[in-house]
């Protein structure tokens, strides 16, 4: 995977905007995919950040790129802790909850709903999506939103904004360790 296609894929969480990314990469083996997250996180894990790998399809793997230390905050909001305790997580050990989130993409054809709790989705929209469906949202971007709109607009910009402004920076060779935010 280029160096351009991945900060494409996880721009506002390299720069420290959002907990996490979640992407499909394309593989020929398994191996290749563990050998392609070792490279990135050797610029990653000193930066506060992590790719791992939460499943494997048939010739996709998803990556997850994230802030370990933004999801244990994340983790540990009310709102965010009581949703995934009653889908069996255990919010006080995010290790733990990243096992049982693979697990549970490994279990279903689609993505479990609380996944968007891991990518800084308000916990209102994800419970809006759970329990109101994806057709009575109030607004779709980056995410289905049941809440603020305007909000989540603004939150959208950002995002497009960030990804814009650092794929121009990759294509004038701006190395990934200087693109992503320590935290």
Known sequence: MSEELFVRLCAPTLAGMKTGNLFAMEYRSRQEVFQELRRFNRTLVPKGLRAV????????????????????????????????????????????????????????????????LFLSYPPEDVQGFVEQGPDRCKCVGCWKVYGDVERAKKIFCRYKQCTEVYCRCVRRGIPLEKLAVAG
């Open 53 to 116: 790998v939460l499943g494997f399809g048939t010739h996709r793997a998803q990556v997850y790129v994230y802030r370990p230390s933004r999801l244990r905050q994340d983790l540990g909001r009310e709102e965010t802790r009581n949703m995934l305790s009653s889908l069996g997580y255990d919010p006080a050990r995010p290790e733990n909850c990243l096992r049982r989130l693979s697990g549970r993409i490994r279990e279903s054809k689609q993505f479990p709903h609380e996944i968007g």
